[in-house]
């Protein structure tokens, strides 16, 4: 029986040790105050779940937060096993309220907080009085449970009057003129005024001030501010000098706008001072032009004529850029057509560019080339070539007439016949007809001076733009053939824009050309048969230049040859390349007839061929090569009276 106790005690531990033990549950205690009384709180020694023990400490603490400890009773076979488990019970320090109190201005309506920043409800003691400058208030917390009352001394901040603002009176102002009332015044006192400012009228303005902290208002002045009517009076001088304005006694030596104030009246002076330079000529279309004397360099077998146009009528109006005699080296607007440009290089060659060849009244470039020698005739606007018609009796080929008549530019000879009006700048005339490129690369700038075939070159780059130019007598010719053009009846006083030199051109002052490469021009060759006696290689290319050719002519082979210009024509000219193809001579050719004639021109071309003639030869001459045969059947005729003629040619012919 000794060892019962042992074997029973393991039994326990053996069976503890088998098992999941439960954690005791306990309902938490809540928060309780320092010192508050605590016999009434107990630590229960049986949990929610069963379990029996004990805590330690065994009482519960009323000064410190505790951790207290349960210990389960050992569980009996059979029972739960539960282990230990804690629970922290908290002491809290009781609270004393807190307010925030805003500024209180003596005599406002203000009710105390009845609850504090703590979130703590109560009540206060004595009741709220505004009149009491400096009090003491206290709170009682509703429930007293770790709070405390609260004592609250509460100032009260004592009303004040508003200042008197201080301004300074704004003086009459003109009408229009910027009004701005100052929203500080000299004091230092803010606010805003009414009604909205007006600055046409007269108009009184009342200021309210901006209150600070208990301030009471006090006095809120007003201000009148008178509003004067404003005046002004406009010049518009045009001068090509300096202008003294007797208004101010002033001289003015630019262009601009001047104003001079005296009281609400205001007198403004538009002053244009022509100082820019003449960059293009206006001509009035009643008697205006320039004329260039006849001498040796303006009879030429080919030429080309240019100039910046800006016309200034319309339609189908006659007015003449430009003419050497009649109908020669002709340019005018108009005629049968509206809006076109007519090019007459010489008798009988009337070239029209077509209906609205040219825009009224806008700078366009026009460039005119002719070369009989090549039946050349182009237009171009703008440097894009326009189709021509020719209106005329002649061919492209007429030669251009030599004559000692003077040129004129913007007239029909020295009568004033058709005069011109609107503005020209850059007129150029060259003894040579340029190509598409040249006048591309050129129009668009000035020449300085000379260039190759240039023969006039007019800048009209003098005087000052409608300026005083009286004192101009002539246009000056760069291309240093002094083809000098004499300004006939202009104007040219101050002020004149239709009879005068321009500030503005058809294009910039001064903006010069590139000394580009001259390219001889010429037309595709045609390929050839084998053995072709003539040489399709022009010595002249379409734009004038002579020179030679290399290798020599051979009608053998396709062969690539090298045009190289004469020597001295020019300095800045290039050379040019053409494929001549030789195709060799076909062995064989059918002839064909209606009715089977040889009729008269016929040009039997292939070698070793037979024809066979069934009806007759109708006369003339036939051409063939030696070796062919005529068979001629049996009922054919001869015309009466025919000869025949055979001709032996070279290659294919």
Same mark, same amino acid.
């Given at each position: 029986?000794?060892?019962?106790?042992?074997?029973?005690?393991?039994?326990?531990?053996?069976?503890?040790?088998?098992?999941?033990?439960?954690?005791?549950?306990?309902?938490?205690?809540?928060?309780?105050?320092?010192?508050?009384?605590?016999?009434?709180?107990?630590?229960?020694?049986?949990?929610?779940?069963?379990?029996?023990?004990?805590?330690?400490?065994?009482?519960?603490?009323?000064?410190?937060?505790?951790?207290?400890?349960?210990?389960?009773?050992?569980?009996?076979?059979?029972?739960?096993?539960?282990?230990?488990?804690?629970?922290?019970?908290?002491?809290?320090?009781?609270?004393?309220?807190?307010?925030?109190?805003?500024?209180?201005?003596?005599?406002?309506?203000?009710?105390?907080?009845?609850?504090?920043?703590?979130?703590?409800?109560?009540?206060?003691?004595?009741?709220?009085?505004? $009149?009491?400058?400096?009090?003491?208030?206290?709170?009682?917390?509703?429930?007293?449970?770790?709070?405390?009352?609260?004592?609250?001394?509460?100032?009260?901040?004592?009303?004040?009057?508003?200042?008197?603002?201080?301004?300074?009176?704004?003086?009459?102002?003109?009408? &229009?003129?910027?009004?701005?009332?100052?929203?500080?015044?000299?004091?230092?006192?803010?606010?805003?005024?009414?009604?909205?400012?007006?600055?046409?009228?007269?108009?009184? %303005?009342?200021?309210?001030?901006?209150? =600070?902290?208990?301030?009471?208002?006090?006095?809120?002045?007003?201000?009148?501010?008178?509003?004067?009517?404003?005046?002004?009076?406009?010049?518009?001088?045009?001068?090509?000098?300096?202008?003294?304005?007797?208004?101010?006694?002033?001289?003015?030596?630019?262009?601009?706008?001047?104003?001079?104030?005296?009281?609400?009246?205001?007198?403004?002076?538009?002053?244009?001072?022509?100082?820019?330079?003449?960059?293009?000529?206006?001509?009035?279309?009643?008697?205006?032009?320039?004329?260039?004397?006849?001498?040796?360099?303006?009879?030429?077998? =080919?030429?080309?004529?240019?100039?910046?146009?800006?016309?200034?009528?319309?339609?189908?109006?006659?007015?003449?850029?430009?003419?050497?005699?009649?109908?020669?080296?002709?340019?005018?607007?108009? &005629?049968? /057509?509206?809006?076109?440009?007519?090019?007459?290089?010489?008798?009988?060659?009337?070239?029209?560019?077509?209906?609205?060849?040219?825009?009224?009244?806008?700078?366009?470039?026009?460039?005119?080339?002719?070369?009989? $020698?090549?039946?050349?005739?182009?237009?171009?606007?703008?440097?894009?070539?326009?189709?021509?018609?020719?209106?005329?009796?002649?061919?492209?080929?007429?030669?251009?007439?030599?004559?000692?008549?003077?040129?004129?530019?913007?007239?029909?000879?020295?009568?004033?016949?058709?005069?011109?009006?609107?503005? /020209?700048?850059?007129?150029?005339?060259?003894?040579?007809?340029?190509? =598409?490129?040249?006048?591309?690369?050129?129009?668009?700038?000035?020449?300085?001076?000379?260039?190759?075939?240039?023969?006039?070159?007019?800048?009209?780059?003098?005087?000052?733009?409608?300026?005083?130019?009286?004192?101009?007598?002539?246009?000056?010719?760069?291309?240093?053939?002094?083809?000098?053009?004499?300004?006939?009846?202009?104007?040219?006083?101050?002020?004149?824009?239709?009879?005068?030199?321009?500030?503005?051109?058809?294009?910039?002052?001064?903006?010069?050309?590139?000394?580009?490469?001259?390219?001889?021009?010429?037309?595709?060759?045609?390929?050839?048969?084998?053995?072709?006696?003539?040489?399709?290689? $022009?010595?002249?290319?379409?734009?004038?230049?002579?020179?030679?050719?290399?290798?020599?002519?051979?009608? /053998?082979?396709?062969?690539?040859?090298?045009?190289?210009?004469?020597?001295?024509?020019?300095?800045?000219?290039?050379?040019?390349?053409?494929?001549?193809?030789?195709?060799?001579?076909?062995?064989?050719?059918?002839?064909?007839?209606?009715?089977?004639?040889?009729?008269?021109?016929?040009?039997?071309?292939?070698?070793?061929?037979?024809?066979?003639?069934?009806?007759?030869?109708?006369?003339?001459?036939?051409? %063939?090569?030696?070796?062919?045969?005529?068979?001629?059947?049996?009922?054919?005729?001869? $015309?009466?009276?025919?000869?025949?003629?055979?001709?032996?040619?070279?290659?294919?012919?």
């Amino acid at each position: 029986m000794k060892y019962f106790p042992i074997f029973f005690f393991c039994l326990l531990t053996q069976f503890a040790v088998a098992q999941t033990c439960i954690t005791p549950t306990f309902n938490q205690i809540p928060p309780i105050c320092e010192g508050e009384n605590v016999d009434y709180l107990f630590l229960p020694p049986t949990s929610n779940n069963g379990a029996n023990g004990t805590w330690s400490p065994a009482t519960i603490s009323n000064t410190a937060t505790t951790t207290y400890t349960f210990t389960p009773m050992p569980a009996m076979p059979g029972m739960p096993c539960f282990t230990t488990t804690t629970m922290i019970i908290e002491v809290k320090s009781p609270v004393t309220p807190r307010f925030t109190i805003p500024v209180i201005c003596e005599g406002a309506a203000y009710t105390l907080p009845t609850t504090s920043n703590e979130g703590i409800t109560g009540t206060w003691f004595p009741a709220f009085n505004s $009149s009491m400058l400096n009090q003491i208030y206290t709170f009682t917390p509703s429930s007293r449970r770790c709070t405390n009352e609260a004592m609250v001394p509460i100032s009260i901040t004592p009303n004040t009057i508003e200042p008197t603002p201080i301004f300074d009176q704004i003086q009459p102002i003109c009408s &229009g003129t910027n009004l701005i009332l100052p929203t500080t015044s000299i004091n230092g006192i803010s606010g805003t005024w009414t009604p909205a400012i007006n600055n046409t009228s007269t108009t009184t %303005y009342f200021f309210k001030p901006t209150l =600070q902290q208990c301030q009471i208002a006090g006095i809120e002045p007003s201000m009148t501010v008178v509003v004067n009517p404003s005046t002004s009076n406009t010049t518009n001088i045009t001068t090509c000098d300096s202008y003294t304005w007797s208004v101010n006694n002033v001289t003015y030596n630019s262009s601009g706008t001047y104003t001079s104030v005296n009281g609400c009246h205001t007198e403004i002076l538009n002053l244009s001072i022509n100082l820019a330079a003449g960059a293009a000529l206006s001509f009035d279309g009643i008697d205006d032009n320039l004329q260039i004397p006849h001498n040796s360099s303006l009879n030429m077998t =080919q030429f080309t004529i240019e100039t910046w146009l800006k016309w200034g009528r319309s339609d189908n109006f006659v007015d003449f850029i430009c003419s050497k005699d009649f109908e020669l080296m002709e340019i005018h607007t108009g &005629g049968a /057509l509206g809006n076109n440009i007519r090019f007459i290089p010489t008798h009988g060659v009337w070239l029209d560019g077509g209906v609205n060849t040219i825009t009224p009244n806008t700078w366009i470039y026009v460039a005119c080339v002719y070369n009989p $020698s090549i039946g050349l005739a182009k237009m171009y606007i703008n440097g894009v070539e326009i189709p021509l018609t020719n209106n005329g009796a002649n061919p492209l080929t007429t030669p251009v007439v030599s004559s000692t008549k003077d040129m004129f530019i913007g007239t029909r000879g020295g009568g004033g016949n058709y005069p011109m009006a609107g503005q /020209l700048d850059e007129f150029r005339v060259w003894n040579r007809a340029l190509s =598409q490129a040249e006048i591309q690369s050129r129009y668009n700038c000035e020449i300085p001076t000379a260039d190759c075939g240039l023969v006039i070159n007019l800048h009209f780059n003098q005087g000052s733009g409608s300026g005083i130019n009286t004192s101009i007598l002539s246009v000056t010719d760069a291309s240093g053939n002094n083809n000098h053009a004499t300004l006939n009846n202009f104007d040219k006083s101050c002020g004149n824009f239709y009879s005068n030199f321009l500030a503005t051109g058809g294009l910039t002052s001064g903006v010069s050309c590139t000394n580009n490469t001259i390219l001889p021009t010429f037309s595709a060759l045609p390929s050839i048969f084998s053995g072709t006696v003539a040489s399709p290689l $022009s010595s002249i290319s379409n734009n004038g230049i002579t020179g030679t050719w290399t290798p020599a002519f051979n009608n /053998l082979a396709t062969t690539t040859y090298s045009f190289t210009p004469t020597a001295g024509l020019c300095s800045n000219l290039g050379t040019a390349n053409l494929t001549l193809s030789v195709m060799p001579c076909p062995t064989t050719q059918t002839f064909t007839s209606s009715n089977d004639n040889i009729s008269s021109g016929t040009n039997l071309q292939k070698a070793n061929q037979v024809i066979t003639a069934t009806n007759k030869i109708t006369g003339g001459n036939t051409t %063939y090569q030696a070796g062919n045969k005529i068979e001629m059947n049996p009922g054919f005729e001869v $015309s009466g009276g025919a000869i025949y003629l055979t001709k032996i040619l070279a290659g294919c012919n």
